[in-house]
């Protein structure tokens, strides 16, 4: 993999993403989790960010929640490096994060990686579902095969 | 809080969530995580799932990833049980979680809550960025405060 993979967010939040992922992929290499839990400060977790933004020349960052402490903090450190390829997602759902971490495996183009983001991006919101359809969600149009493919080898 | 929340997901991605939404708004009183993890057997996992819808009639569950097992087995005991006020939501990133878990506190009217979900699940995915902004993403229209509030008094 070409791009660091960053998971920030509220409590152990990070920590439990990983271990979905660790389940459904069976490994976590090269992704990293910064949890802003009750024992880290918004000094020591910046600190962390800013070394490691400063460290990789390609990474991918999900944040947990837009507008919250961790996305924050991690977007203003990226706009601030104005790297070119870096990049914040906020508010992402497992699947998204699934489906990219698992490209990321094989690696990303530069010039390809914005289209395949915005890409993910569209078809995860699609998969933002309500059970039972008896309301009028989106379930009939959504696309749903390619957001969980890992997911139908072992039956987890 | 009248209605039961669930979280469902793969390995402690539901303690993740649960661990964030303690720092978020202080309680996590009136919800459970069911974790499908290394050491819980669909078996076992729908058997806790069981007893707990047959012994609640307003529930609501979010779990983690649309089509994944998790989703699965607790969407096919719903729609089984084909109870009116039991509802799951799949994909959902924090925020939307963090939302209806802090709406639900004061509680939902029965006749209400389906336009509430449905709201509060097209804010979510409005909520969904990329950043840097110089790719086209929807950061301009996303309506944001609604989504936050919980997260302004401390700086979390």
Known sequence: MNYEIVIV?????????????????????????????EQTTHEKFEKQLTELLSEHERVLVFADMTGGAPHQIVSRLVL?????????ISSAPLNLMLDLYAKSLTGFED????????????L????????P????????????????????????
């Open 111 to 122: 010039d390809t990686i914005e289209g395949e983001l915005q890409h993910t991006l569209t």
């Open 80 to 88: 601030e490096g104005n790297q070119p390829h870096q990049y914040v």
């Open 9 to 37: 967010g509220h409590g152990r939040y990070p920590d439990g993403v990983l271990s979905a992922l660790q389940l459904l992929i069976g490994t976590t290499e090269g992704i990293k989790a910064f949890n802003l839990d």
């Open 133 to 156: 359809d008896r309301m009028n969600t989106n379930s009939a149009t959504a696309p749903v095969p390619d957001m969980t493919h890992q997911d139908e080898g072992d039956g987890i």
């Open 124 to 131: 995860s919101k699609q998969l933002i579902e309500i059970l």
